[in-house]
């Protein structure tokens, strides 16, 4: 568009938030009152958040001024109308069901659709989907290519699920896979996309096999940019007709709105079948709220509407891609070990290769986490064997990775905040050698993550 490389945000601030600054010496004391574990810290003693981009994103002034339209209705809203109007021009789905966010789409889905034994296939589940197919006493398979598994290997889709390995599965074990599932971007694996050429392959093997094929669709907008760049033949469409050919390989989708519906609460259940959506909308009823509202505000659900629509603006989306890419490129250059390419809401650095002396059952994860808050104030998330190490039968083994996601809120950081975050990581890298591992001293057995108590060791 022009021959100028800085980044710019493609929007002006109208407000702003104080924020709150720190000694190490206070950090420190924090942490240690927060059993070492960062989601127990209160937002107040965190300089730079990048726990998540989960409903932790600003809302557009448009999207403010939809607050004001909310028709709080108990029943038949007409906010409710607009957010379906939104959803299924986007998405082309029958059906659609609000909920409160995208683990209570899950949740509904699995509990209406799984049996004792069953197998979800996806590309990898993240950490509330594999909950919710587990406690439905089911299997969470997980069949990324194998450039997935692996952090430094370039390859433009590495969230792109293994073809061969899904076509084995049905082919042995077909009658246990009840739906496929794919997750667009692929946040497990680095926040990495899925190709056209893999979900047609996907949709081709659902077919053979008449089996249900549905998408993880949080990150959908970002996926469909990604596809834009990077895949052939597909540079000159709009994001918006990338993601409704994404939709309609599909037969349906969860959605959680508090990413790519750049609000800060709600989601969605979408799909065709019509005898599923009759089940589901009975469980929402008893679980979340009547159908036109699902737990949701009317005001929340005019933000949603209104944030599906941005959320595909070519401007949001190159700003939105390039940003979390320039965190990539300034640690990649200091030779952090990091997820590449940059996933598209976050840098995912490989905590693995720069402690190895921690061994994975000690996890490097939570103490570069741990790390990065105590010397900066910068709050991100592990993505390793803690979240993923507990198996349901209460044994422990090394997650396939262990990484810790810094997770870029949407419309929230400016440059300076991101080039601070690039110092603090490179500052913790150079001191690799000081920092040892933890061990768990409590935790629940399921989604220990969140609320584990951890010492540090040595």
Known sequence: MHPFHTIIEPF???????????????????????????????????????????????????????LMQGDESYAGSRSFFRFESAVRDLTGFRHIIPTHQGRAAERILFHTVLHPGDIVPNN????????????????????????????????????????????????????RVPLVMVTVTNNSGGGQPVSLANLRGVRALCDRYGKPFFLDACRFAENAWFIRQREAGQAGRSPRDIAREMFSLADGCTMSAKKDGLANIGGFLAMNRDAWAEACRTLLILTEGFPTYGGLAGYDLEAIA????????????????????YLADKVRAAGVPIVQPAGGHAVYLDARALLPHIPPLEYPGIALLNALYVEGGVRGVEIGTVMFGLHPDGSEAAAPLDLVRLAIPRRVYTQSHIDYVAEVVIHVAGMRGQLRGYRITSAPRVLRHFTASFEPLG
């Open 12 to 66: 002006r601030i109208k407000s702003v938030e104080a924020l709150r600054f720190t000694t190490r010496d206070e950090r420190i004391a924090t942490l240690a009152r927060a059993d070492h574990n960062v989601f127990k810290l209160a937002a107040d003693a965190v300089l730079v958040d990048l726990l998540t981009d989960s409903g932790t994103g600003a809302m557009s002034s448009a999207q403010w001024g939809a």
């Open 306 to 325: 209104r944030g599906l629509e941005e959320v595909v603006e070519e401007s949001y989306l190159r700003y939105r891609i390039r940003s979390t890419e």
């Open 124 to 175: 990898t589940h993240f950490d509330t989907t594999r909950a919710n197919v587990e406690a439905e006493q089911a299997e969470a398979r997980d069949l990324v290519i194998e450039e997935g598994r692996q952090p430094g290997v370039i390859h433009p889709f590495k969230g792109n699920i293994d073809l061969a390995a899904l076509e084995a599965l049905l082919e042995t074990e077909g009658d």
